[in-house]
Each structure stands twice: as structure tokens, then as C-alpha cells.
């Protein structure tokens, strides 16, 4: 087993039996919620998605039948159930409802699930580390730098870069958290089916299926979540559920891209301490450069590690004003990549309802853009050419 305690759910388990684990397993094991009833078991174990779900199945063998079929056919939990005594017939139950493991657990003998954990560490491990897509956040150092341009041509460059042959198409949802004034659904032209209330309010039976059929879908396949119309439900989706959000939809999408942060909110903290990787955006002018410096200080408070934040200079011409080297050197680190100013095309685009990538793949502005789709994905190989003649033999 690994030397960090592994997260765990206890369900159905009575006191004496959570601290018999608590004090055997202690060093091993980090409970992290504990359930006694198994109504309430798919709620927790579906709002601790990286734990390994502990179910204890004597007491209520029938519903913990169920709720580890559930579980297993709807969560990529691990599962492994407890017991008392070593019936045949159930093991072969509960294996077939989905459970990983079945395993002993006595009044004062914890030994078998510590067995079952020290076996399964590695699967978990692989899930977790599988079943997690990306986030990124798209950080304005200044109103109007491009966060919204760059997180919507961000998204259609990896979800286009994902149509290859013979893979799974990539799942790209976009975030608009700004509750109030985000643009994001006017921008993309879309109508918001499933706002982030409805997800909450929905979180523990949508699957997969169910939750792409929800959500409103762009026709150049990227997803959108944004504020609904309704003002007053608005106010009622705070930082904490964002952040339930944010760790439900990365189980189900590669990258979970979110616009709409303003400064350093409450909510824009959700996004950003759930983030893989940061895009500050900014222009080439002093009032940007400034503010950038300034978010790039706070970035280093809040520990952030650097090669996690990148800069992207958006809107930048060569020719006149700031080059991007006199940006880097005023921000004492390099710029990661620049997007051309082409103002008519990325108004187009959204006078379309789409982006720049998706009107015209060929253009500067999207060739910038699949750079920077490339820090987060592999660039596909390129096939050598050959260069010897084809010879009859
Ligand atoms: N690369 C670009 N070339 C030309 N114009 C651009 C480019 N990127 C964005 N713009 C234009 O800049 C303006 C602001 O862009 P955008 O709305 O993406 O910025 P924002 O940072 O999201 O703004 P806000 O602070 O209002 O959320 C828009 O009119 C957009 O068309
Ligand atoms: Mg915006």
C-alpha cells in the first residue's frame, strides 16, 4: 500500500465497527464519510468519487446488494463489500453485482479488509488516475483580455484534435461562472438546457448518457454550462456546490474548461483550486501587463506551481506597441503563446454563434490556438515521408 492514506466510505457500518478500522487501519486508511443508512449510500459515495467504497452488507443485505449494483454500473468507485461470515452464495452475489472485493470483518478483526484495500490500492489508483479529466481555468488579468475567445477556440481545438480515427470522440464541457454577466451561451449562440442548479439537483442519477443528453450541446461538440435566466436562482449556487460541480463533471468529460472567473471571488478560488492548469489571458498594454503581475504574485501566495500557469498574449501584432519578449521580460517569465489580433474574423465568429478554430480552421488565430491546445495534448504524429521510390521487385 502506499505510504498516503487512502480515502475511504463507510456504509452501513455501526460505531464500533468504524473505530475498530479507525483504529487498526488509522495510518492506512482516511475515512471520509460514513454513512449508516444504505438509502443515503449512492449520495455520498457519488460526492466522494475518489474514495474507495467500504459497504457493510449483514444488515441491510438486499439493499446493499442493490446499492453496489448501482455504484458499479453508474460511478467507477471501487467497491468492496463486508461481512461477517464467508456465505458462498452471497459472495458470488455480491461479485456480480460489481463489488471488487468481499472481505471478513469480525468484532475485533479488521485483518481481511485490510487485505482487500492492500490488493485493490493499485486499481484505484489507476482509476483515479484515468477517470479524472482536466480542468482549466481561464483567468482574465483584465476585463476584455479574451477569456471567453480564448476558453471557447480552446475547447473546439481539443475536441477537434481528439476526432481521430478510431478513438472515442474527446468530451469538452465549458464552465461560465460568472453568474451574473457571462456570456459565454451568447457567444456559442446556444439556448442553456441544464444550468448548474439542475445538476446538483440531479447529480446522483445521471450517468453518463443521461448527463450528455442534459447538458446543451454546441454543434461543433463542445458542451456549455452556464447561469440560467432565472435571477433568483442564481444566487443560490454557491462556491462549494461550483466545486461539487467541477469534480462531478471531470469524471465524465477530458476537460472541464471554465470562463467567467472575475478576480480572486469566492467562486473564481472553486475554479481555480480545482484547476490542472491556469490560462491567464492578457493583451499587449501596461494596464494588462500590471494586472497580470499582480494575479501572477498571488498565483506564487496561493501556491500554485508554475508550470501550471501559462500566459497567453492575446491579440497581439507584431508591429506596433508591446512585443511579447518586452512582456516576458516585464513578467520575469516567458510568454507560453500568443494569438494574432484578427478582429474580424473572431467577431465573425461570434456574430455565428461559433468560434474563430471552427469558421476558419486555416486562419493565424487557429493555428495559435492549436498551439495552445498542444500543451495539453499530444501533437499528432507526424507520418515521415519516405523518400525512396517505390521499386517493383
Ligand atoms: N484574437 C483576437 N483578435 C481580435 N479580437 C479579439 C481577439 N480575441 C478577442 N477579441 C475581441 O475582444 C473582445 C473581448 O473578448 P472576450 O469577450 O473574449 O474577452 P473577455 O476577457 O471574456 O471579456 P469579459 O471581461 O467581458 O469577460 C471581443 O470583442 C472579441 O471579439
Ligand atoms: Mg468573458
Given at each position: 500500500?502506499?505510504?498516503?492514506?487512502?480515502?475511504?466510505?463507510?456504509?452501513?457500518?455501526?460505531?464500533?465497527?468504524?473505530?475498530?478500522?479507525?483504529?487498526?487501519?488509522?495510518?492506512?486508511?482516511?475515512?471520509?464519510?460514513?454513512?449508516?443508512?444504505?438509502?443515503?449510500?449512492?449520495?455520498?459515495?457519488?460526492?466522494?468519487?475518489?474514495?474507495?467504497?467500504?459497504?457493510?452488507?449483514?444488515?441491510?443485505?438486499?439493499?446493499?446488494?442493490?446499492?453496489?449494483?448501482?455504484?458499479?454500473?453508474?460511478?467507477?468507485?471501487v467497491v468492496v463489500v463486508l461481512s461477517a461470515t464467508r456465505d458462498p452464495?452471497?459472495?458470488?452475489?455480491?461479485?456480480?453485482?460489481?463489488?471488487?472485493?468481499?472481505?471478513?470483518?469480525?468484532?475485533?478483526?479488521?485483518?481481511?479488509?485490510?487485505?482487500?484495500?492492500?490488493?485493490?490500492?493499485?486499481?484505484?489508483?489507476?482509476?483515479?488516475?484515468?477517470?479524472?479529466?482536466?480542468?482549466?481555468?481561464?483567468?482574465?488579468?483584465?476585463?476584455?483580455?479574451?477569456?471567453?475567445?480564448?476558453?471557447?477556440?480552446?475547447?473546439?481545438?481539443?475536441?477537434?484534435?481528439?476526432?481521430?480515427?478510431?478513438?472515442?470522440?474527446?468530451?469538452?464541457?465549458?464552465?461560465?461562472?460568472?453568474?451574473?454577466?457571462?456570456?459565454?451561451?451568447?457567444?456559442?449562440?446556444?439556448?442553456?438546457?441544464?444550468?448548474?442548479?439542475?445538476?446538483?439537483?440531479?447529480?446522483?442519477?445521471?450517468?453518463?448518457?443521461?448527463?450528455?443528453?442534459?447538458?446543451?450541446?454546441?454543434?461543433?461538440?463542445?458542451?456549455?454550462?452556464?447561469?440560467?435566466?432565472?435571477?433568483?436562482?442564481?444566487?443560490?449556487?454557491?462556491?462549494?456546490?461550483?466545486?461539487?460541480?467541477?469534480?462531478?463533471?471531470?469524471?465524465?468529460?477530458?476537460?472541464?474548461?471554465?470562463?467567467?472567473?472575475?478576480?480572486?471571488?469566492?467562486?473564481?478560488?472553486?475554479?481555480?483550486?480545482?484547476?490542472?492548469?491556469?490560462?491567464?489571458?492578457?493583451?499587449?498594454?501596461?494596464?494588462s501587463l500590471r494586472n497580470a503581475n499582480r494575479s501572477l504574485q498571488i498565483?506564487?501566495?496561493?501556491?500554485?506551481?508554475?508550470?501550471?500557469?501559462h500566459l497567453v498574449l492575446n491579440r497581439y501584432n507584431k508591429k506596433p506597441?508591446?512585443?511579447?519578449?518586452?512582456?516576458?521580460?516585464?513578467?520575469?517569465?516567458?510568454?507560453?503563446?500568443?494569438?494574432?489580433?484578427?478582429?474580424?474574423?473572431?467577431?465573425?465568429?461570434?456574430?455565428?454563434?461559433?468560434?474563430?478554430?471552427?469558421?476558419?480552421?486555416?486562419?493565424?488565430?487557429?493555428?495559435?490556438?492549436?498551439?495552445?491546445?498542444?500543451?495539453?495534448?499530444?501533437?499528432?504524429?507526424?507520418?515521415?515521408?519516405?523518400?525512396?521510390?517505390?521499386?517493383?521487385?
Amino acid at each position: 500500500m502506499s505510504d498516503v492514506p487512502i480515502d475511504v466510505i463507510l456504509i452501513g457500518l455501526d460505531e464500533q465497527q468504524e473505530q475498530l478500522i479507525e483504529r487498526n487501519l488509522g495510518g492506512q486508511l482516511n475515512v471520509v464519510a460514513s454513512e449508516p443508512s444504505p438509502e443515503h449510500g449512492l449520495t455520498t459515495i457519488a460526492a466522494n468519487p475518489d474514495a474507495i467504497a467500504l459497504l457493510f452488507l449483514d444488515a441491510h443485505p438486499e439493499q446493499m446488494l442493490r446499492l453496489t449494483h448501482q455504484v458499479s454500473s453508474s460511478l467507477q468507485t471501487v467497491v468492496v463489500v463486508l461481512s461477517a461470515t464467508r456465505d458462498p452464495h452471497r459472495i458470488v452475489q455480491v461479485m456480480k453485482a460489481g463489488a471488487k472485493d468481499y472481505a471478513i470483518i469480525s468484532d475485533d478483526n479488521v485483518s481481511d479488509v485490510e487485505r482487500a484495500i492492500h490488493e485493490l490500492s493499485a486499481l484505484h489508483e489507476q482509476i483515479l488516475k484515468d477517470k479524472h479529466g482536466k480542468v482549466i481555468s481561464v483567468f482574465s488579468a483584465k476585463g476584455g483580455s479574451g477569456a471567453t475567445t480564448v476558453a471557447a477556440n480552446l475547447g473546439n481545438v481539443l475536441q477537434r484534435n481528439g476526432l481521430e480515427k478510431g478513438r472515442e470522440p474527446r468530451k469538452i464541457v465549458l464552465l461560465d461562472f460568472d453568474m451574473d454577466m457571462g456570456d459565454l451561451s451568447i457567444f456559442l449562440d446556444v439556448r442553456i438546457g441544464y444550468s448548474y442548479q439542475e445538476i446538483l439537483d440531479n447529480m446522483y442519477r445521471l450517468d453518463s448518457e443521461l448527463l450528455y443528453g442534459s447538458l446543451t450541446h454546441h454543434s461543433n461538440g463542445l458542451y456549455i454550462v452556464s447561469h440560467c435566466n432565472n435571477v433568483d436562482a442564481m444566487e443560490t449556487v454557491a462556491a462549494k456546490d461550483l466545486t461539487r460541480i467541477v469534480v462531478f463533471l471531470k469524471q465524465h468529460f477530458d476537460f472541464v474548461i471554465i470562463d467567467g472567473l472575475r478576480g480572486f471571488s469566492e467562486k473564481s478560488l472553486a475554479a481555480l483550486d480545482n484547476s490542472d492548469h491556469i490560462v491567464i489571458t492578457l493583451t499587449p498594454d501596461i494596464p494588462s501587463l500590471r494586472n497580470a503581475n499582480r494575479s501572477l504574485q498571488i498565483f506564487g501566495r496561493l501556491r500554485y506551481t508554475e508550470e501550471h500557469v501559462h500566459l497567453v498574449l492575446n491579440r497581439y501584432n507584431k508591429k506596433p506597441g508591446i512585443t511579447a519578449d518586452e512582456m516576458a521580460d516585464a513578467l520575469g517569465r516567458p510568454i507560453t503563446c500568443t494569438v494574432a489580433n484578427d478582429f474580424p474574423l473572431v467577431n465573425k465568429s461570434a456574430h455565428q454563434g461559433t468560434t474563430a478554430v471552427d469558421l476558419s480552421p486555416k486562419s493565424k488565430v487557429a493555428a495559435d490556438f492549436q498551439k495552445l491546445g498542444y500543451l495539453f495534448v499530444d501533437a499528432p504524429k507526424r507520418r515521415r515521408r519516405s523518400f525512396l521510390p517505390f521499386r517493383r521487385a
